[in-house]
């Protein structure tokens, strides 16, 4: 009988559990050949809690690190001891990370002090400042350097890694596993549980879908954010903010000051992924300075305005339905009401083109895990985006 591979999966945070749970999945496709462990670090436990209900992934282990007022040093420290542990008792044959965490570096540091192999999922993406955004680019690029298999999502990725000196024969071009997910998740007849979400009427308004959260944004730059959106509420009648307002103490006060009591303003607690992906696909245009929005709401033909000066997602920006407008005042005021006021402007960035999936990443991902330990003879076909 032929050995399993027996693969680990780590991850601790909401966005990498949306992008591996397609993973989780599809491994159980294939029980003749892989043995899947999932081991969480909960560096996020409400958040990620949710995801793992949803798509119904009972962890093999939970380090349950999540502290209040944890620090990079913390979620670092307490990851790594953790996962020190659990590698030595199960010492799997890979371990796979996701993206750009804290957990993600941890996970992959702590996996080549054992000499296990690491997949990194969502490989190369770059914005070249290692400050920005912070510690995402850092964490990836450190996890980059240790990992032997190198999942890219576009092309756009394998050609970042490639200048880095990784060999193209350990990268493979995959797609997005976001994309998987929002298959999974996004429905036309979804119903939503929150009252207010419930009673929108969403032919009638015009839904701005707000996230903010990135520390580089902290205090002023999101007060500027704020202010804009105030006037552009106020000036086009049937434009209604909906902000699902981070739980960070420093992102509350400002929002509370600047847009608190406002008719058209409304503030509401984060949403589950179920909702909020959904939420994104009601919506008539999104503001945000997340990462992994940038390549959900293009999915869904939404027009995205990044509150970022950088990106580490380049490729809808080339395709010209994300745009960075950075957090002046007057340019996001001016960017985000063209969109909701020039119907060829708004067309253009919703009809132009998906880079990031097609909703097969995983399978991939899967093929070429088989691949690189001789379960299947030839690599699954690279992800191109169709243009």
């Known amino acids: 009988m032929q050995k399993k591979i027996k693969v680990m999966m780590v991850f601790g945070t909401r966005p990498e559990a949306i992008k591996m749970a397609p993973l989780v999945l599809q491994m159980r496709k294939y029980p003749e050949h892989i043995l899947p462990i999932v081991a969480v670090t909960a560096q996020h436990r409400e958040m990620l809690d949710q995801v793992l209900e949803l798509f119904k992934i009972h962890p093999d282990y939970d380090l349950d690190i999540m502290a209040q007022g944890q620090t990079l040093f913390d979620i670092t420290g307490r990851a790594m001891k953790g996962l020190d542990t659990v590698l030595t008792k199960e010492n799997p044959d890979l371990v796979l990370v996701h993206g750009d965490t804290t957990t993600t570096f941890a996970g992959a540091l702590a996996a ?36 032997d298999l190198h999942f890219a999502p576009t092309e756009t990725s394998k050609n970042n890694l490639l200048a880095e000196s990784v060999g193209e024969e350990d990268i493979f071009v995959t797609g997005n596993t976001v994309i998987d997910a929002l298959h999974h998740t996004v429905r036309d007849d979804f119903e939503f549980k929150d009252e207010f979400l419930k009673h929108i009427d969403f032919k009638k308004n015009r839904i701005i879908l707000v996230t903010t959260h990135r520390r580089e944004n902290l205090g002023e730059p999101m007060r500027h954010v704020y202010k804009a959106l105030k006037t552009l509420v106020e000036e086009i009648p049937d434009a209604h903010v909906v902000f699902p307002v981070h739980k960070n103490p420093k992102v509350r006060e400002v929002v509370k000051e600047e847009l608190g009591g406002l008719d058209k303003v409304h503030l509401i607690d984060p949403l589950d992924y179920e909702p909020f992906a959904n939420l994104i696909n009601r919506a008539c245009l999104v503001l945000t300075d997340s990462g992994g929005i940038q390549e959900e709401a293009p999915s869904l033909g939404k027009p995205v305005l990044v509150l970022r000066d950088t990106t580490e997602r380049p490729e809808a920006v080339m395709a010209g339905t994300v745009k960075l407008i950075g957090t002046d005042r007057d340019r996001v005021y001016n960017e985000a009401k063209k969109l909701l006021t020039d119907k060829e402007e708004y067309k253009k960035m919703s009809e132009a083109y998906n880079p990031y999936g097609d909703g097969k990443a995983a399978k991939r991902i899967i093929d070429a895990i088989l691949y690189r330990y001789k379960k299947l003879d030839t690599p699954p076909e690279a992800f191109k985006a169709a243009k």
């Open 112 to 147: 080549y002090y054992h000499q296990i192999s690491v997949g990194h999922v969502e490989a190369g993406l770059r914005t070249h400042n290692k400050y920005s955004p912070y510690p995402e680019e850092m964490n990836r690029r450190l996890t980059g350097a240790i990992a």
